[in-house]
């Protein structure tokens, strides 16, 4: 029979809710797979590991902000996978998932405290430095 199609699309932000927990939030990329920021990593993950067990919603309409197309928000998302710890610019999953989703002059400083990121006026300032090939 196999496994049902999600019904969200590449580029969609999807928040996991559990009672007594924090939301957990992250960057559908397709194909059943999602980045998140998870431990103080960003990671690849498959979306049912992702869930944990905990009901998800698209969460695309939280924000009035006009989002980046769906290819660049996942083209983000893939590049900062393996960044970790210090290298981190988001203070938790929904402030990077929603950097993916609306690029550096959307960052809510409300969500995610970093307006000295947000003034420093470009995507660089909150992305961590691009890894080598390994």
């Excluded at 559990?18 to 939030?25: I, K, L, M, T, V």
């Amino acid at each position: 029979e196999g496994k049902p199609r999600p019904a969200c699309k590449p580029g969609d932000l999807v928040e996991f809710v559990c009672q007594a927990q924090y939301p957990h939030w992250v960057v559908y990329v397709g194909d059943f797979q999602v980045v998140h920021l998870h431990r103080l990593e960003v990671v690849n993950s498959f979306l049912t590991d992702a869930s944990q067990g905990r009901r998800g919603r698209i969460a695309n309409q939280l924000y009035r902000y006009k989002p980046l197309s769906p290819a660049a928000v996942v083209r983000n998302a893939l590049e900062q996978v393996g960044c970790k710890d210090r290298d981190l610019s988001w203070r938790n999953s929904e402030c990077f998932a929603a950097w993916c989703r609306y690029g550096k002059r959307e960052a809510p400083d409300d969500i995610c405290g970093t307006p000295q990121a947000v003034e420093a006026g470009c995507l660089h300032a909150l992305a961590c430095p691009k890894r080598g090939a390994s």
